[in-house]
């Protein structure tokens, strides 16, 4: 497994947000206590097209891949280019990879990279593909309006590709997956697709009881169910992961989550009684990038030598859907 990472040039850092809201209740520092989150990449004009393209490249530059010898290419993305057509067909195009590549988009957020893992996996043991380019990008920034401090203080846009082959299969774990549809309402942008198209009614913008903005064109997130879920679902993923991987705690040289918040990591640290050493946090300078931040943490914790080659990596995802997953990658 190779990985390469992609983030758009504009920072928006806390001390910003901070004076557009001009209220001491979210000063910077309050920013940063409640998020552990300094600063965040964000889109101007780039498409998740043009992450993912950027992404790619840099992965190919960075480890010499032909790009002739990628045949099959998934993307995961929630803020696609268009509804159609798809927009891995799009990268595919951009990235002049051959006419024979495969090449999907599958929609899920927070636990798209360990999906996508399993997707590949699948795709490598059946003979279907020998090469795959594996791509997280999103820009949920767009979703966002800029005086919701509930979401505009977490997330951040970025891409991550990652390169499988055939040698990986064995690197791969046992997954765990699960799915409660359920709580699609808490994490939601409720219009824009066929169930409630756009409009001039869609746009209107309300304040809720915590002096939010938004309207039904932007993202909507129920912060306290969010955190219940994460407490309820993660901690057995994360038993069940290492029981059908037949391996302890203790022999999980690193523990890589979806870096949501630094608030949700810590309590998830803490219930799992893992060690601060073997648990990474990468939050402060990227912010929540949904699909993206597992991958692009692993890339962070190799550049710093947190993890090596041969490491046993949990990776766990969870999120909007609800959607949850997880799996042991050896390095």
Known sequence: MKFSCFLPLAHLDNEHIAAEYNDPKWSESKIYRKTGIRSRRVVKDELVSDLAVGAAKRLFDEYGIDRNSIDFLLLCTQSPDYFLPTTACIVQHSLDLPTSTGAIDFNLGCSGFVYGLSLAQGLLSTGAASTILLIMSETYT????????????????????????????????????????????????????????RSVD???????????????????????????????????????????????????????????????????????????????????????????TIPIAIRNALDKELIQEGSKVLIAGFGVGYSWGATVLRI
Not at 148 to 164: E, M, N, Q, V, Y
Not at 170 to 182: E, N
Not at 252 to 269: G, K, P, S, T
Request: proline fraction near 5%.
């Open 142 to 197: 767009r979703h966002i309006h800029p005086m919701d401090k509930s979401t505009r203080t977490i997330f951040g846009d970025g891409a991550a590709a990652t390169l499988l082959d055939k040698e990986d299969i064995p690197r791969i774990g046992r997954f765990v997956l699960g799915t409660d549809g359920s709580g699609a309402p808490n994490l939601i942008v409720p219009s824009g697709g066929m169930a409630r198209p």
């Open 202 to 292: 869609t746009a209107k913008e309300t304040t809720d009881e915590d002096g939010n903005i938004r309207s039904m064109d932007n993202i909507y997130m129920n912060g306290p169910e969010i955190f219940s879920f994460t407490l309820r679902a993660v901690p057995d993923m994360v038993r069940r992961t290492l029981e059908r991987n037949d391996l302890s705690s203790e022999e999980i040289d690193m523990y890589v989550f979806h870096q949501a918040n630094r608030f949700i990591l810590e309590n998830l640290r803490d219930r799992l009684e893992i060690p601060e050493d073997r648990f990474y946090i990468d939050v402060e300078e990227t912010g929540n990038t949904v699909s993206a």
